[in-house]
């Protein structure tokens, strides 16, 4: 074999490994009590009384949720960075009147089938290296058409996203807010910082924070025998505009 053409199949075999082992974590299981499930706690949110204080009702037209993921491995220049939106959700946040004492509750829920995937326009106003790697609105639908299956996010099984807060630290506008994420039938815990105003009837909330897939269960999608694949970090920004109920 020509000297050249070995330390050519060693470095991409090399790459191929390397890329295995930067995609592939410790991938989590469902529980033995069954998956987890992700649903809005309507009667609750009826039975808080304002003397209590406070219940905001999330406003879709002014809120939204973008997940970012990045493309990795040797052969990162074939693929494409993803940026998915979510604007259909059923959500409440409930202030305490008094927020030394009291307990704010927030619940947000989601349809995994109502993520929009990849929109151009979006990808446009992202900008950077997630509007200039070619990505064609035929693209955008077989990732998400990939993104639902079995293997990735299982929506059939699995058709709900969900966060639950029931213990914030801080005040107004800043808070750190002790929440739980319900993916992929698995539950997840982690401070999220939060700045939250309020004026008049409308409460505003902003944030960002990262997840692993491998964390839910999830092993990332991969391509090329692994030299394609997108990284294990989900980026998830929030923006919630929710009024006075």
Known sequence: MDKMM?????????????????????????PDTGPATAEFPSGLYEKLSSEKGRVFRVDNTASEILLFMWR????ANKGHNHVMR??????AVFLPADMLSGEPRIDIVFPVADIDVDPLALRKEVGGAFADTG??????????????AEDIMDARRFPKIGLSAKKVYGELPKLA???????????????????????GDTLTATGAFVIRQTRFGITPSSAMGGALYVQDPIMIEF????RAQ
Do not use: Y
């Open 6 to 30: 070995k330390w050519t199949i060693i470095i991409c075999f090399g790459s191929l490994l390397l890329a295995a082992c930067q995609t592939l974590g410790p991938v989590a299981e469902i």
């Open 72 to 75: 990795g491995g040797p052969m």
């Open 86 to 91: 979510v604007t259909n959700m059923e959500g």
């Open 135 to 148: 990505m064609t609105e035929e693209d955008a639908r077989k990732t998400r058409e990939h993104m639902l």
């Open 177 to 199: 807010v002790d929440m739980v994420l319900t993916l992929h039938g698995i539950e997840r815990r982690r401070l999220i910082p939060a700045t939250v105003r309020v004026e």
């Open 239 to 242: 923006k919630f505009a929710a």
